[in-house]
């Protein structure tokens, strides 16, 4: 069946650094999804990917759709400590259910 | 004006005993879910309805049974529980069966269930 592997599984940065969190699927995707998780939440949605080769930016987050609508990542620049949480990429190959990928627990140190 | 929620929160209870988790969503969404997140924060599909109607039941052991009263509601009940369900429960909701598998996903705050 489909599935959606995310590395890294952890990752600690310092405030102010770079974050990127990598998704890949093992069959093409109609469309990609993005989740934040804050410790002690629950998923919420933060954007929708369906174009080959698609990037999206909300202030400092930056997602992008590979041309293959295989893989796709999600760029955080400069981390601040309200970016921690666990980040989880969803994958739909249009007949299928959303397949979510392991998520990446970021933590940022202050 | 909670979106989507479930109750109770939380949930201790001994092994073998019959616990039920609800869900209500107000955003007037067909499609409704319970997910499962083990404690590797690994979340995972078990049921879908669309209203009212079963449509996606990935492997769950039938001691989990689904039961939707109408398209708002989608409760959870579990019986004989074991060691091995304890986690954190979701149910979410999401907009027309058309657009199912493009429409972003509402989750509630989860019923973290741990059994003894």
């Known amino acids: 069946g489909q599935q959606v592997m995310q590395i890294p599984q952890y990752q600690h940065v310092q405030e102010g650094e770079d974050f990127t969190t990598y998704c890949n699927s093992s069959t093409t995707l109609s469309n990609i999804q993005w989740y934040k998780q804050r410790p002690g939440g629950h998923p919420v949605f933060l954007i929708q990917?369906?174009?080959?080769?698609e990037v999206k930016k909300q202030k400092r987050l930056t997602f992008q759709f590979g041309e293959a609508k295989k893989n796709s990542s999600l760029h955080i620049t400069a981390t601040q400590t309200t970016d921690v949480g666990t980040y989880f990429c969803a994958g739909s190959s249009g007949n299928t259910p959303l397949v979510f990928g392991k998520g990446t627990r970021l933590s940022v140190i202050a | 004006d909670t979106a989507v929620s479930q109750t109770p929160k939380y949930l201790v209870t001994q092994m073998g005993n019959d616990k039920s988790i609800k869900c209500e969503q107000n955003l007037g969404h067909d499609t409704m879910y319970w997910y499962k997140q083990d404690s590797k924060k690994f979340l995972k599909i078990m049921f879908s309805y669309n209203n009212k109607e079963l449509i996606i039941n990935e492997t769950v052991p039938n001691r989990f049974s689904p039961k939707s009263p109408d398209k708002a509601h989608l409760n959870l009940h579990i019986n004989s529980l074991e060691l091995g369900d304890s986690a954190v429960y979701f149910c979410?909701?999401?907009?027309?069966?058309?657009?199912?598998?493009?429409?972003?996903?509402?989750f509630g705050n989860g019923t973290r269930l741990t059994v003894t």
């Open positions: 990917l369906v174009k080959s080769g």
């Open positions: 979410a909701s999401s907009q027309a069966r058309s657009r199912l598998y493009n429409s972003p996903l509402h």
